[in-house]
């Protein structure tokens, strides 16, 4: 089988037809979901949206679409924004750096106020949130959009200066740790040895990433030509690789045939860079491993102004422990708090950590908070859609989407099969989706 990068075979799709797919999918980003009203509302309620992330943006974007006259606050000190989904094709050496890196000020629009300061404490029952420097913001409709916490000081003996050093990687940490995390992957597919891969026990955001990271240490050797001298050992932190049933067994046959070796339930407690170890909680005790390369990937949790500083979080039940901002599943608004919503990763909810999630749920809240306002009957609805476009190598991929149920919802069937390992579903990750994403952070998608 070729592994070439330039290999444009589509399966089933001609070039004419990948043409139209992208005409289609471009038209579809323009329109769906939930065109806004041609005349915005009067108002002059009050909007606090703590981060200006993938879904603190876009809701900004398209609020102040709807709104005339609303105070629309953002707070967030980030001065530069992440595209997130691009860190992984960044760790695999296909694109630089700053392909993921631009300003938070290029997105954001005009009539907001930027609050550039993180949020310290949130006061639901008194309306109000704190900055880290002081600041007291009273809201009308408060919207948590702060993302996740990537809980590296969980890990013992990890910190982030070994990120490209001693075959140690960690594409999650930022585009400067993903491009140094190459670096480490191109040596030791150079040199061969044992690469060691895994994921954390917590919800987590894109969790296809650490498998597609996987698959592609494997496709960097086999087009080195260096295969064969190269152990690749992928430790499931539960008894399947994904959890979509029908989606883990075709995972599990893709790590066979590419001869990954797999072991379950295993969940990384720490790793000793001088001896290049890993040491795993299990069922049966603590393992220790080797490894020549490794991508360390943290618990992932809620920030701490959610967790810790608020009473925003489930109080029981299974996304408590790590402080899942509390809300109803398919409205997002808050289970006590009704003039609350949460949108985005930090968002309680059983599954949706992905960018293409954020596009799904952010016009299910901006329906919610313009209802409200204007005292109609919301009618948007998140059914869960999360998707993950899993590369199985360069130039191969499969566009597996999926709802609350673990059905299959491919956004194009009957053309793109979303088990099949496909060029133009890698076509997809690595050209469209960017621009996808990038016109939903404008609020046009």
């Given at each position: 089988m070729s592994h070439d990068r330039t290999d444009d075979r589509t399966g089933?799709?001609?070039?004419?037809?990948?043409l139209g797919l992208f005409g289609g999918a471009t038209a579809l980003t323009l329109l769906a979901p939930g065109e806004a009203p041609a005349q915005p509302i009067r108002s002059s309620a009050r909007i606090v949206i703590l981060g200006a992330g993938a879904a603190g943006t876009a809701l900004a974007n398209r609020l102040s679409e709807r709104l005339d006259g609303a105070q629309i606050t953002i707070v967030d000190p980030r001065v530069r924004h992440y595209y997130q989904p691009g860190f992984t094709l960044i760790g695999a050496g296909l694109k630089p750096a700053n392909y993921s890196v631009s300003a938070t000020s290029d997105w954001l629009p005009r009539g907001i106020a930027w609050i550039e300061e993180g949020a310290a404490e949130i006061d639901a029952t008194a309306k109000t949130v704190t900055t880290t420097g002081g600041q007291s913001l009273d809201y009308d409709y408060l919207v948590v959009a702060t993302g996740l916490k990537l809980d590296f000081d969980a890990i013992e003996g990890f910190s982030m200066d070994l990120v490209g050093t001693n075959g140690i990687g960690a594409v999650y940490a930022g585009p400067e740790q993903a491009a140094a995390s190459w670096a480490e992957m191109d040596r030791f597919t150079s040199e061969g040895g044992q690469a060691l891969f895994y994921r954390p026990a917590t919800g987590m955001k894109c969790a296809g990433a650490p498998l597609k990271y996987t698959l592609l240490t494997d496709d960097t050797a086999?087009?080195?030509?260096?295969?064969?001298?190269?152990?690749?050992?992928?430790?499931?932190?539960?008894?399947?690789?994904?959890?979509?049933?029908?989606?883990?067994?075709?995972?599990?046959?893709?790590?066979?045939?590419?001869?990954?070796?797999v072991v379950h339930n295993h969940v990384l407690r720490a790793i000793d860079p001088g001896a290049k170890t890993a040491t795993f909680d299990t069922p049966e005790g603590q393992e220790t491993y080797d490894f020549d390369f490794t991508n360390v990937i943290p618990p992932m949790r809620a920030p701490d102004v959610v967790r810790f500083n608020s009473d925003l979080s489930w109080q029981d039940g299974p996304l408590a422990a790590d402080g899942w901002a509390e809300v109803d599943k398919h409205t997002l608004r808050h289970g006590r708090y009704p003039e609350v919503f949460a949108v985005g990763d930090i968002?309680?909810?059983?599954?949706?950590?992905?960018?293409?999630?954020?596009?799904?749920?952010?016009?299910?809240?901006?329906?919610?908070?313009?209802?409200?306002?204007?005292?109609?009957?919301p009618t948007e609805r998140y059914d869960g859609y999360t998707s993950c476009p899993l590369i199985t190598r360069v130039g191969r991929a499969m566009l597996i989407e999926f709802d609350y149920n673990n059905n299959l919802v491919p956004s194009f069937p009957g053309v793109i099969a979303p088990l099949e390992e496909l060029w133009i579903s890698w076509l997809m990750k690595e050209v469209a989706l960017k621009a996808t994403y990038n016109a939903m952070l404008r609020g046009k998608a």
């Open positions: 089933a799709l001609g070039r004419r037809d990948v086999r087009r080195k030509g260096t295969r064969d001298n190269v152990r690749i050992t992928y430790a499931a932190h539960s008894g399947s690789l994904f959890g979509v049933p029908i989606v883990n067994e075709k995972v599990r046959m893709v790590f066979e045939r590419q001869e990954i070796d968002a309680g909810v059983p599954k949706g950590k992905t960018a293409a999630s954020v596009k799904w749920q952010v016009p299910v809240v901006e329906d919610q908070i313009v209802s409200l306002i204007a005292g109609t009957e």
